[in-house]
């Protein structure tokens, strides 16, 4: 057996006997209104999970994302309600900033040769500063086009929802799994994390691509607050406090090895899916408290991180 | 004389700081007395500088030894959120800060294990504690924002002793204790040789692993100091709230402090200096009658000069650069 994927069977293990378990206390959880929720209330999560996997296999990480979100967010309301334009050439607009935005980070952690976490920090709190000079009060989106998106779903057998912003994640997890298992640029990002120097003996080429992983998060970050402004039919600097920590756990807790060239796209998918379920089973329940939620997943963290320590030390004890 | 070579540039990026909002705001430099106690824009920027400036004591030498700790900030809401129960639950002020002091230590260690017994980054392994803390915060204050009226614990936040606020004294006495412990002892270059290099240091017979731990418990007990001064000086504990984004304002002290990230020789004092300027360039935002919203920005454009000036490519690039130069200019 590949000991490298024992982390996302171990992932998709806990996810199946979690969803048994509160099935067996809930039958209703099964519903497809519940599994359409989870994936319509995870969608800005999701995508940008994909992101940060991509940057968490070239062995680095992008703190700055939450932020990203944010101002994307006051961005579209602000340029909604400003301007005449219409709501998909703000989107194109904004898509193409925060893309140069992640490039430009990719490009300072490569030249400067610095730690990538804190050269994101400085683009969390640039991001962050550029949502507060936007707006600090929270705008909300009027646009007919918005009523649109935000009621566009199929209706699932059994009255679910299955929402345009919930395939639209389903979408991303899709074309990350085949950007990063079926590209070369895939490839070169996983030669980056198990080792950069091998990576650059073997001809991958170093700068390119942490700029080009850094731009895609970035692109991944921007589309996530897209889906999270017709989520909540507004912008507000000051959401999404955090969301770059959820989104590294969702990342390991989907397997992916921290330091980089281990893990799989579809494992994202099961950790946003796991942090979700733990979320719709406290909800559920009524009487535990949504700190849970935090500690709960604090273990999972723990524990998946410990699960990797163990398979590292038995892999290299193989050798 | 070595020590004031070391912090000279804070010492002068402060003083023009001083300067430049001294022409924006004449009155910046002015003390008052009133009531007894002093009041002025420097007292003010002074007393409020005390949780970065504490936090950045301990976050000096984790940074020393090659590490980071994101936690802190949660420290500060579990250790405010224990003295607040403490208070609530009838316990004097001294058994409120016993607590909350012990919660910080308890935290400490528990970074301390997982960084140097388990061997998971520095980064990671308080990325655990800063996500799960909040919600251990949140259960001891069961959701609510804790309130209490001990004068005696609120004290520590918002008195006055010998002509300054107490929680003034309070960081000037740790960062001082600190920089004395570190550098009248070998301790402070057992840290910086294993930040340096903890195989190398290991060989030559330092005891790596309990240092690591050490030093995780010390920016434990700070955090849980930074957390006392805040609680005691709102009298209330925000499980949600308190220390939030103080570590990154912590770290971004450590570095103008000239301290590098990549480990190895540190300064408290400069780090120190370090909070008073981030809390300094706030202060002078809003006297000047800019919008705070400019802090952001504004501390990012900080962090991005500082990684220019550190970092080892630009460094070396630079030494090629004047080198051949200067083989050029010799051959003419």
């Known amino acids: 057996m590949n000991t490298r994927l024992l982390p996302l069977y171990a992932t998709i293990a806990i996810f199946v006997l979690a969803y048994a378990l509160a099935y067996s206390q809930f039958p209703a959880m099964l519903s497809t209104r519940v599994i359409g929720n989870l994936l319509t209330d995870n969608a800005y999560l999701g995508i940008v999970a994909v992101g940060m996997t991509l940057v968490i296999l070239s062995g680095g990480i992008d703190l700055s994302v939450g932020s990203v979100i944010a101002f994307s967010g006051v961005f579209i309301a602000v340029a909604l309600r400003d301007t005449g334009l219409h709501p998909l050439a703000v989107f194109a607009a904004l898509l193409l900033l925060t893309t140069v935005f992640g490039a430009g980070m990719g490009f300072l952690i490569d030249r400067l040769a610095m730690p990538a976490f804190i050269v994101t920090l400085a683009g969390m709190f640039l991001a962050r500063g550029a949502a507060y000079l936007l707006s600090v009060q929270a705008v909300p989106i009027t646009h007919p086009f918005y009523k649109l998106l935000q009621d566009a779903y199929w209706l699932m057998p059994g009255r679910g929802r299955l929402t345009l912003i919930g395939v639209l994640m389903l979408a991303v997890v899709a074309l990350g799994a085949v950007v990063a298992h079926r590209t070369r640029f895939g490839t070169s990002v996983y030669a980056l994390g198990g080792g950069a120097q091998t990576a650059r003996l073997m001809g991958v080429p170093q700068g390119r691509t942490t700029v080009l992983v850094y731009a895609f998060s970035g692109l991944m970050a921007g589309l996530s607050g897209i889906v999270f402004s017709v989520y909540t039919g507004s912008g507000y600097s000051l959401a999404t406090v955090g969301t770059e920590l959820t989104a590294i756990a969702a990342v390991v807790i989907g397997g992916t090895l921290l330091t980089g060239g281990s893990g799989t796209m579809i494992g994202t998918l099961v950790g946003v899916l796991t942090m979700g379920l733990i979320q719709t089973y406290i909800v559920f329940d009524g009487s535990l408290s949504s700190w849970w939620t935090k500690i709960v997943i604090g273990l999972l963290l723990l524990g998946f991180i410990l699960l990797q320590k163990g398979l590292l030390r038995l892999s290299q004890r193989g050798r | ?332």
């Open chain 2, 1 to 332: 004389m070595t020590v004031l070579s070391r912090i000279a540039p804070q010492l002068i990026v402060l003083a023009a700081l001083i300067a430049l909002v001294s022409v924006f705001y004449p009155g910046f430099l002015s003390i008052d007395i009133q009531n007894g106690r002093p009041v002025g824009p420097v007292i003010d920027i002074l007393k409020r500088s005390a949780p970065v400036a504490l936090l950045a004591v301990g976050m000096t030498l984790v940074i020393a030894t090659r590490g980071i700790d994101l936690s802190v900030g949660t420290i500060m809401a579990i250790c405010g959120a224990a003295a607040a129960w403490a208070l609530t639950q009838g316990l004097g002020a001294g058994a409120a800060i016993a607590l909350a002091l012990t919660a910080g230590l308890a935290a400490g260690l528990w970074n301390g294990v997982l960084v140097a017994v388990v061997g998971i980054q520095p980064f990671v392994a308080t990325l655990i504690l800063m996500t799960m803390g909040r919600g251990v915060a949140q259960l001891i204050t069961e959701g609510r924002i804790l309130t209490f009226t001990d004068p005696g614990f609120g004290w520590v936040g918002s008195g006055v002793a010998l002509g300054l606020p107490v929680p003034v004294w309070i960081w000037l006495a740790t960062a001082i204790a600190v920089a004395v412990i570190m550098r009248r002892t070998a301790l402070g270059l057992l840290v910086e040789a294993v930040g340096i290099n903890r195989r190398a240091a290991h060989l030559a017979g330092v005891n790596a692993t309990v240092l690591l731990i050490a030093v995780y418990i010390a920016s434990g007990f700070c955090a849980a100091l930074a957390g006392i001064v805040v609680t005691a000086d709102i009298r209330g504990a925000d499980a949600n709230n308190a220390g939030l984004w103080l570590e990154l304002d912590a770290i971004l002290a450590v570095v103008i402090g000239g301290n590098s990230l990549l480990g190895g020789r540190f300064s408290v004092a400069a780090s120190v200096l370090g909070a008073l300027i981030i809390q300094t360039i706030s202060a002078g935002i809003l006297l000047a009658g800019f919008a705070s919203e400019y802090n952001l920005i504004i501390k990012a454009g900080l962090v991005l000069i500082i990684l220019v000036l550190q970092s080892p490519r630009i460094a070396s690039e630079w030494r090629l650069w004047r080198d051949s130069h200067r083989a050029e200019r010799g051959r003419t």
